[in-house]
């Protein structure tokens, strides 16, 4: 069984940064993929950034070039630094890990960005 928790959600002005991260607890040894995902109201979960692998990372054409994925191993966590963020970045924000081809997920942050 594997636990996640995510912090750093909150509300920021357009423009802004925020630092997402997610700690896993639990065995993980088995990973396949992590990832982060977020869903509006009315809007259906989609992926913001998913890495495979330390070298490999694939980017929601919506948030390329100021969204990054990051992970320290050490501490089981892995972050989303967000900037230039916009307010249709508005959303739940969920911490995706993937062990043994099952999926496990956080409980979701909150993101708000107001113009």
């Known amino acids: 069984q594997v636990q996640l928790v995510e912090s750093g959600g909150g509300l920021v002005q357009a423009g802004g940064s925020l630092r997402l991260s997610c700690v896993a607890s639990?065995?993980?040894?088995?990973?396949?993929?992590i990832g982060w995902y977020r869903q509006a109201p009315g809007n259906e979960r989609e992926m913001v950034a998913r890495?495979?692998?330390?070298?490999?990372?694939n980017y929601a054409d919506s948030v390329k070039g100021r969204f990054s994925l990051s992970r320290d191993n050490a501490k089981n966590t892995v972050y989303l630094q967000m900037n230039s963020l916009k307010p249709e970045d508005t959303a739940v924000y969920y911490c995706?890990?993937?062990?043994?081809?099952?999926?496990?997920w956080g409980q979701g942050t909150q993101v708000t960005v107001s113009s």
């Open positions: 639990g065995s993980i040894s088995g990973t396949n993929a």
């Open positions: 890495s495979t692998s330390d070298i490999s990372t």
């Open positions: 995706n890990w993937i062990v043994n081809y099952f999926n496990y």
